[in-house]
């Protein structure tokens, strides 16, 4: 049971990741950056500004606010592979006592900046997940039964939806064999984009670095 709740953990938050993947594209041309605005809110830098941006695209009243029901989409579409128990940590801590179900961007962005910036919620290593995958296929053949892992991931842990399960498995399955090659299924999902809003966290925390460097010479 150990070595099924540690598959679950890093496979569950990882799968999340691929979840927006196909739609992100469309979103971004239903509402292009140049067009979303916050006058009373000024993201102090390019991480900040990422996170306001990603959550006015779901702002569908453009008051700033947002239903707590989009908030593991937000976190997703970034980047983030949370839990549904993260998603609803990030609730707990962003929703206003009497807003009716609703997320304001001044109390979601501070807070979802500084979870990227320390790398809460982060994808999990190919290593690991390599890792996870061999613990279940003990007799090291390469692959995992289709059968076996749906047991798994939709019975262990924190269940897959059946919406889920059906992306993974479109992704993973060998359709002659009905098995999953995991080492082929890891590769294809170890793209990472160099504009990544953990990369961009990184570069920020740089930045500050090297400025605090430079002042502290200059004195």
Same mark, same amino acid.
């Given at each position: 049971?150990?070595?099924?709740?540690?598959?679950?953990?890093?496979?569950?938050?990882?799968?999340?990741?691929?979840?927006?993947?196909?739609? %992100?594209?469309?979103?971004?041309?239903?509402?292009?950056?140049?067009?979303?605005?916050?006058?009373?809110?000024? +993201?102090?830098? =390019?991480?900040?500004?990422?996170?306001?941006?990603?959550?006015?695209?779901?702002?569908?009243?453009?008051?700033?606010?947002?239903?707590?029901?989009? @908030?593991?989409?937000?976190?997703?579409?970034?980047?983030?592979?949370?839990?549904?128990?993260?998603?609803?940590?990030?609730?707990? %801590?962003?929703?206003?006592?009497?807003?009716?179900?609703? @997320?304001?961007?001044?109390?979601?962005?501070?807070?979802?900046?500084?979870?990227?910036?320390?790398?809460?919620?982060?994808?999990?290593? +190919?290593?690991?997940?390599?890792?996870?995958?061999? @613990?279940?296929?003990?007799?090291?053949?390469?692959?995992?039964?289709?059968?076996?892992?749906?047991?798994?991931?939709?019975?262990?842990?924190?269940?897959?939806?059946?919406?889920?399960? =059906? =992306?993974?498995? %479109? @992704? %993973?399955?060998?359709?002659?064999?009905?098995?999953? +090659?995991?080492?082929?299924?890891?590769?294809?999902?170890?793209?990472?984009?160099?504009?990544?809003?953990?990369?961009?966290?990184?570069?920020?925390?740089?930045?500050?670095?090297?400025?605090?460097?430079?002042?502290?010479?200059?004195?």
């Amino acid at each position: 049971m150990v070595a099924l709740g540690y598959f679950n953990c890093f496979i569950n938050r990882f799968i999340f990741s691929c979840e927006l993947a196909c739609d %992100a594209d469309v979103l971004i041309h239903a509402h292009t950056m140049a067009d979303l605005d916050y006058p009373e809110i000024n +993201p102090a830098n =390019e991480l900040e500004k990422r996170v306001a941006d990603a959550f006015l695209i779901f702002d569908h009243h453009s008051n700033k606010t947002i239903d707590v029901r989009e @908030v593991g989409t937000i976190l997703r579409f970034l980047g983030c592979v949370p839990t549904e128990a993260d998603v609803n940590e990030v609730i707990s %801590a962003t929703e206003f006592e009497d807003s009716n179900g609703t @997320v304001h961007l001044s109390k979601f962005l501070p807070y979802v900046s500084q979870l990227i910036a320390e790398h809460k919620l982060e994808p999990a290593p +190919p290593e690991k997940l390599l890792k996870a995958f061999r @613990v279940l296929d003990q007799e090291g053949k390469g692959f995992v039964d289709r059968e076996y892992m749906t047991k798994l991931i939709t019975e262990e842990g924190e269940p897959f939806t059946a919406e889920e399960l =059906e =992306e993974m498995m %479109a @992704v %993973a399955v060998d359709m002659a064999t009905d098995k999953i +090659p995991y080492e082929n299924y890891l590769n294809q999902l170890l793209y990472e984009p160099q504009d990544s809003i953990y990369t961009l966290a990184d570069q920020f925390k740089n930045q500050i670095k090297r400025k605090t460097i430079f002042k502290f010479y200059r004195r």
